[in-house]
């Protein structure tokens, strides 16, 4: 068994609490044994910083097959391949070429067309794996490939708000399943609503075949995990740790300052940060 994200786990809308849940999700995941997940433009909302010390620190591996970013450590990978009961998987990743705006992208970072990246590595990837799967987010991406490269590909699985949308696919079977140039195109569910079951039919001496596609709802009726919910309050409660610890820093920076200013320089900036209209 594979367990698999194609993207979009942190938010894209930032909060007090941002860093700290991207922190739980990591971990959750972790706990929770997966073996891959597909970066997005979203996991870059806190920062290449941050996605970069993330995937210094957790056990999977983050993946994106069109990502270029500059500087001596690659920090994600193009593809991996994984073997499953005596099957090769190989398991690529892209995102849409506008995933980072340009106006916020962090330096050293591009994004190739996915059919270029994807191209150019599919030659070598099909030598090592019996049955090869594309994680995308957002199903926008799915009109960058083109026909020569997705036939390539046994299985497309895309995630995020846009994934509903359906691009060129044919519709076929369940809500969450299409086609693209007969390859299957599986949808999972944004904000870990569902999770997403489907079994390969693997020949090595021909095309693997989509067996099952379901998926099980995550209501209220799933039971909580203690193991995740000790994760949580755990990150909360480090992040709190971590939080009083910067403004006491600050604050002692901010009166080691004040005692080198005279008591008139003092009063004066004291009485202007008084003073000030609020915004």
Same mark, same amino acid.
């Given at each position: 068994?594979?367990?698999?994200?194609?993207?979009?786990?942190?938010?894209?809308?930032?909060?007090?609490?941002?860093?700290?849940?991207?922190?739980?999700?990591?971990?959750?995941?972790?706990?929770?044994?997966?073996?891959?997940?597909?970066?997005?433009?979203?996991?870059?909302?806190?920062?290449?910083?941050?996605?970069?010390?993330?995937?210094?620190?957790?056990?999977?591996?983050?993946?994106?097959?069109?990502?270029?970013?500059?500087?001596?450590?690659?920090?994600?990978?193009?593809?991996?391949?994984?073997?499953?009961?005596?099957?090769?998987?190989?398991?690529?990743?892209?995102?849409?070429?506008?995933?980072?705006?340009?106006?916020?992208?962090?330096?050293?970072?591009?994004?190739?067309?996915?059919?270029?990246?994807?191209?150019?590595?599919?030659?070598?990837?099909?030598?090592?794996?019996?049955?090869?799967?594309?994680?995308?987010?957002?199903?926008?991406?799915?009109?960058?490939?083109?026909?020569?490269?997705?036939?390539?590909?046994?299985?497309?699985?895309?995630?995020?708000?846009? =994934?509903? &949308? %359906?691009?060129?696919?044919?519709? $076929?079977?369940?809500?969450? /399943?299409?086609? !693209?140039?007969?390859?299957?195109? #599986?949808?999972?569910?944004?904000?870990?609503?569902?999770?997403?079951?489907?079994?390969?039919?693997?020949?090595?001496?021909?095309?693997?075949?989509?067996?099952?596609?379901?998926?099980?709802?995550?209501?209220?009726?799933?039971?909580?995990?203690?193991?995740?919910?000790?994760?949580?309050?755990?990150?909360?409660? =480090?992040? &709190? %740790?971590?939080?009083?610890?910067? $403004?006491?820093?600050?604050? /002692?920076?901010? !009166?080691?300052?004040?005692?080198? #200013?005279?008591?008139?320089?003092?009063?004066?900036?004291?009485?202007?940060?008084?003073?000030?209209?609020?915004?």
């Amino acid at each position: 068994m594979l367990l698999l994200d194609a993207g979009g786990v942190l938010s894209d809308k930032k909060d007090s609490l941002s860093e700290a849940k991207a922190n739980i999700s990591f971990a959750a995941m972790e706990e929770m044994g997966y073996d891959a997940m597909n970066l997005s433009g979203q996991e870059f909302s806190l920062g290449e910083n941050f996605i970069r010390n993330a995937a210094g620190r957790i056990k999977f591996p983050f993946i994106s097959s069109n990502l270029v970013s500059e500087g001596p450590h690659q920090w994600f990978r193009k593809y991996i391949i994984k073997e499953v009961g005596g099957v090769r998987v190989a398991i690529l990743g892209i995102m849409p070429t506008d995933a980072l705006p340009l106006i916020s992208r962090p330096a050293g970072i591009n994004i190739l067309p996915p059919s270029d990246a994807l191209r150019k590595l599919l030659p070598t990837v099909k030598k090592q794996a019996d049955a090869i799967i594309l994680l995308s987010h957002a199903n926008v991406a799915m009109p960058e490939i083109e026909d020569d490269v997705m036939a390539q590909i046994d299985v497309v699985i895309t995630s995020g708000d846009g =994934a509903s &949308e %359906t691009h060129d696919c044919d519709a $076929e079977g369940s809500e969450s /399943q299409g086609t !693209l140039h007969n390859t299957p195109v #599986l949808k999972a569910e944004s904000k870990g609503l569902s999770l997403g079951i489907a079994t390969l039919d693997i020949n090595k001496k021909a095309k693997p075949v989509l067996a099952e596609n379901s998926s099980i709802t995550l209501d209220q009726s799933v039971h909580g995990d203690e193991n995740i919910l000790r994760i949580a309050e755990n990150k909360l409660e =480090a992040y &709190e %740790t971590e939080k009083k610890r910067r $403004e006491a820093e600050k604050l /002692q920076k901010e !009166l080691q300052k004040g005692l080198k #200013l005279s008591p008139e320089e003092f009063f004066k900036q004291y009485n202007q940060k008084t003073n000030s209209p609020k915004s």
